[in-house]
């Protein structure tokens, strides 16, 4: 047995030892669920700030992908400007250098005509000399010496055709050789002319393999090209999945060695003539694609397209247009491999911060199992208190009205002993001088008994 006070009238009653268990057990009930209240909590904001931490690293690496994709596009589009301003630097030169190799050949001939007039007036006054010495000599001499002079004017004569053929022979050869390098360095500036019109054709139409072939079929067979080695998990099909009234024109799809999917995109390939009237626009195919996207469950959504070729935001390779519709992208077809393989490498990084993601989902749901389990203990805790608590207030209510009629009890008793007492003092203060103060009988009566024993003496 226990003695308890209660707390509003200061009065003991005694509580046998179950009663007083279960008062135990209850303050101890409160303390620990209070405890217990105060865990939970604090699991659940460390459950918070952990999925906050989470989310906000892959945000922070999502916008180092960007950046990246951004600075790759630019260092493309400067490749290519500096190859075609490279181009035209290098046919001006050729150009310069042929006008410069024209004028210097003129300046040989010039040079060489002059030359060959001044030899030749040098040996014709020579050979005049030589004739009129040989006339003079012929004059003063004999027939004999006359035949020799007419010899040495005909081995004159030949020397002097000797060298006209010479000359004309070696003008000849030069001519030759300055209309072959004429012909070389021709051939030469058209070979950089070429190359700068593909280049120019290249940034206009941003094409490198769109002869003979559609750009379907472009994308497809350099897809197929590295599929082996690149993306040997990987499915790329066409989309013939029209059910719902529209279709794209492509799925990739790749998955890890777990078959847990990595990345997933609809792809659209739109191209035209250029004789077409009505030019199309790349805008006017975001709506249905994203739409296509959404209903085959496609994470990104990528356009691929030569129209507006004349535009220079869609000119730069990789347009991001994520602000009109969710993970939507404009490639330009030559960006086809290089863009799958960034985003599959930026997914293969994100691929880890799924994974933590799914742990902490798992992690939620056991905190959720843990949760409802304890709500089950509480709830049938709760129902099991609530019996105890009736059948203690039960108690208290007895023991309450147990003690009103003790109390009730107590205060006849008291009475009682108040009557008893007030008695006792009455029959205390009672004498037989009191008792036969006004009756005259009495008081005889007790004289005699007082006398009687007197009497009986003598």
Do not use: W
């Amino acid at each position: 047995m226990h003695d308890i006070i209660c707390p509003h009238c200061n009065t003991a009653f005694k509580v046998d030892e179950a009663g007083y268990a279960d008062i135990l057990k209850q303050v101890r009930d409160r303390d620990f669920e209070q405890q217990l209240n105060k865990r939970l909590a604090l699991a659940e904001q460390d459950k918070r700030n952990a999925i906050e931490l989470a989310i906000a690293k892959k945000d922070r690496e999502m916008q180092t992908l960007e950046a990246q994709l951004k600075q790759s596009a630019m260092h493309q589009e400067l490749a290519i400007k500096d190859a075609v301003n490279k181009a035209e630097k290098q046919r001006d030169r050729i150009a310069a250098e042929l006008q410069q190799m024209r004028e210097q050949q003129a300046t040989e001939l010039r040079l060489a005509e002059t030359k060959f007039a001044k030899e030749m007036q040098a040996m014709t006054l020579q050979k005049d000399n030589e004739v009129r010495d040989l006339q003079a000599q012929l004059q003063a001499g004999a027939m004999q010496r006359q035949l020799d002079v007419n010899e040495a004017v005909s081995s004159v004569e030949k020397q002097r055709d000797a060298l006209q053929s010479g000359l004309k022979e070696a003008e000849l050869k030069h001519q030759l050789e300055s209309q072959s390098l004429k012909d070389r360095y021709e051939a030469q500036l058209r070979d950089r002319d070429q190359a700068i019109e593909r280049l120019r054709d290249m940034k206009a139409r941003l094409s490198t393999k769109m002869v003979g072939e559609t750009l379907e079929q472009h994308c497809e067979t350099e897809f197929n090209r590295i599929r082996a080695a690149a993306f040997p998990k990987a499915y790329f099909e066409k989309d013939n999945d029209a059910r719902s009234g529209s279709k794209g024109d492509y799925i990739f799809r790749d998955q890890d060695d777990h078959n847990n999917e990595i990345i997933s995109i609809m792809f659209e390939m739109k191209n035209e003539a250029d004789t077409t009237a009505t030019k199309k626009k790349n805008e006017d195919f975001l709506k249905e694609l994203n739409k296509d996207r959404n209903e085959k469950n496609c994470e990104y959504a990528v356009l691929v397209s030569l129209l507006e070729p004349e535009n220079e935001l869609y000119n730069s390779g990789i347009v991001d247009v994520s602000h009109r519709f969710p993970k939507t992208y404009i490639i330009r077809p030559q960006f086809f491999i290089p863009f799958i393989t960034l985003l599959r490498n930026a997914a293969m990084k994100s691929l880890e911060y799924k994974a933590e993601l799914a742990l902490v989902k798992a992690q939620n749901i056991d905190v959720t199992n843990f949760e409802n389990d304890l709500e089950t203990f509480k709830t049938a805790f709760s129902r099991n208190y609530d019996l105890a608590s009736r059948r203690f207030q039960t108690a208290i209510d007895e023991i309450d009205k147990s003690i009103d009629h003790l109390q009730k009890t107590k205060d006849a008793l008291m009475g009682a002993d108040r009557n008893l007492r007030l008695a006792n003092d009455k029959a205390q203060d009672v004498t037989v001088k009191k008792l036969t103060r006004r009756n005259p009988t009495m008081a005889a009566k007790f004289a005699d008994l007082n006398n009687a024993p007197d009497q009986k003496s003598a």
